[in-house]
């Protein structure tokens, strides 16, 4: 009994493994993203551990085949879901490598090679971010992880010493701000944080769904008034049930007034640094103290991958920080071990799909993606707006679209229920997927293009289903 293979027997579940990869990348512009409703409902798996193992290319044929034919389809050119993107190619490679080759990149010594791509991954992003002082960043498990990262710097920054000695010692109430529609994460990093969640202000939006800044300026004169003391202010490029970006340049200008850290949460739409054409969408971007830009939504990436980066190197140090007699000692003078910047310890190596794709691709592809797929959403929107049924309920500023029924209902009950059933109408058949939300506290439906195999005529199908849902649901009310 033993985990070491024989060579034949690992050649032949390589092989399965590519083949079944293979087959599946090649029916992700046709596949359905889920199976039909009627067919969905899965029994509980409830065998028990096993003592023995079985036959290796047994079990592994069998799971191939059932995650497939009972997925859910992230991947597939149907999904117009939420931020999760069909992966590259050479992202699942690099993830196969980095499973096989297992590097530690808590410390250089054990990942002196690996260490210095993720080094250089994170420059490469730094970089077009237009930071002309140092910077510095890691990679993370995602946007969560990278916004509780750039709170806890911001919070570090704001109080020195209260990581040692805790936010009891401050004596002071530390309040931040946000707009309304910012993501919840940040109230998960203040819980976690030891601020509480109270400690967010949520600010309200303007008819663009950006935080407005004369009710961010007024709600931070009115915290400090009351004793309380403000230090971040959390930007949002992309918001999630919209795409709305928050004027970058307005809240870094106010952050500086009021010597607040601005951490700017573009896990979505900050990825537009990539594209020279439309990097204005994130114009002022560079006067944030740290952002979060995850790779794993418009970047093309498999799960995981965030990044926290921050033009404040030293904080990441006075953050994350602490010392352990038993990591060996570091033998890099480039770089710094990253149990010591970073939330993590132990640490997955998240930058290689990203530095691979590129390398492969360059930075183009990512410019070429970024417009094909804003291009798409704009027509989609062009669709919503000639429509006899349909209207749009936000701006379209990213490839997100918020639309709703023009005649839905007479209340906001009576609209929510009319989508929840057109939704269920439009996804029965498991072919497509949208999703809704609520932006300003309104049922909204949504859709946004997010696989890169997403074309134009899989829009004409999505809206072929729509006015289908429509015509049905009307069929029903009569
Ligand atoms: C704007 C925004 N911030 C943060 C997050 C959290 O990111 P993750 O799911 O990668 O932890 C999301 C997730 O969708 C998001 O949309």
Redesign the pocket.
Known sequence: MNFDLDAKTRRALGHKLIDTLDSYFASLPERAVQLPVEQRSLPPLTEAMPELGADAQVVFEDVCRELIEHGFHVPAANYFG??NPAPTYMAVLAEALVAALNPQLASVVRSPLASSIEAQTVRWIGERVGWERPFNGTFT?????A?FSGLAMALAAGFPGVMEEGIAALGVRPVFYASAE??H?LDKSAGLLGIGRQALRRVAVNPALQADPDALESAIREDIAGGRQPFAIVA?A???SSGAIDDLTALAELARRYGLWLHV?G??GAAAIFSDRHRYLVQGIEGADSI?I?P??WLAMPFAA?VVLTSHPEMLEQTFDVATPYMPPSASMTHTDYFRISAQWSRRMNSLKLWLTLRVHGRLAYEELIERQLQLARAFADWVEQSEYFELAAPQVLPVVNFRLKHAGRTPEETAATHAALLEAVTASGRHWISRTRIAGQSVIRMMVISYLSEERHLHSLEDTLLAAVQSLARTAK
């Open positions: 939420l931020m498990s995602g946007g969560n992880e916004n910012a993501h994460s949002t992309g918001t999630t949460d896990s979505y979060t995850d794993h939504k965030g």
